[in-house]
């Protein structure tokens, strides 16, 4: 069974940079068949797409926050990462990983992770 | 504010039906397909419930189903169990391999 689990700190300070990873287990990045995204949920507010990445390092982003962010992978440890540029309270939201077929649903989801902002 | 438009909250009894639409609200967004529909419980992560319009994943009940015409699609869920309340979210390619979420309807169940 395919599982994602995102990691990083909890707690960002304003201005500095979000970094969040996300770890696949049970199957493999390497997948011609999927993309790896990011999604976010600033408390009370709905799902937002962030972001996502193909096994190739080819990267599509949320015209929003395009200039921002940076998606990347590591294909060997089975791993892809966010980084999120100076941040303001703003930010502060539920990251959450997930896998989008080609077909261009998301399938499986890692389990969230709250990111706040503040000093 | 999304590009696709969600009612905020609707309820029923349980088993009663509801329906919850998606309706693409912005003349700047040209597509309007893809449509998939996720179910979302706070506190857990969001879960696939239709694709492409109108298809079930395997383990979804048939109680869910999904429809689509023109730029409006809707997310129909039949005998309604307590289990069910959740927030729904519709998702809709974008166009540019990005993508959109609905702004999300919270189901009561009463």
């Known amino acids: 069974q395919l599982q994602l689990q995102e990691s990083g700190p909890g707690l960002v300070k304003p201005s500095e940079t979000l970094s969040l990873t996300c770890t696949v287990s049970g199957g493999s990045v390497n997948s011609g068949s999927h993309y790896w995204d990011w999604i976010r949920q600033p408390p009370g507010k709905g799902l937002e797409w962030i972001g996502g990445?193909?096994?190739?390092?080819?990267?599509y982003y949320n015209p929003s926050l395009k200039s921002r962010v940076t998606i990347s992978i590591d294909t060997s440890n089975s791993q892809f990462s966010l980084e999120l540029r100076s941040v303001t309270a703003a930010h502060t939201a539920v990251f959450y990983c997930?896998?989008?077929?080609?077909?261009?649903?998301?399938?499986?989801w890692g389990q969230g992770l709250l990111v706040s902002v503040s000093s | 504010q999304s590009a696709l438009t969600q009612v905020a909250s609707v309820s029923g009894s349980p088993g009663q039906s509801i329906t919850i639409s998606c309706t693409r609200s912005s003349s700047d967004f040209a597509n309007f397909n893809l449509i998939s529909w996720y179910q979302h419980h706070p506190g857990m992560a969001p879960k696939l419930i239709i694709y492409e319009d109108n298809k079930r994943p395997s383990g979804i009940s048939n109680r869910f189903s999904g429809s689509k015409s023109g730029s409006s699609a809707s997310l129909t869920i039949s005998g309604l169990q307590p289990e069910d309340e959740a927030d729904y979210y519709c998702c809709s390619y974008a166009g540019s391999n990005t993508w959109v979420f609905g702004g999300g309807t919270k189901l009561t169940v009463l």
């Open positions: 990445i193909y096994y190739t390092g080819t990267t």
């Open positions: 997930a896998r989008r077929t080609t077909g261009g649903w998301f399938d499986y």
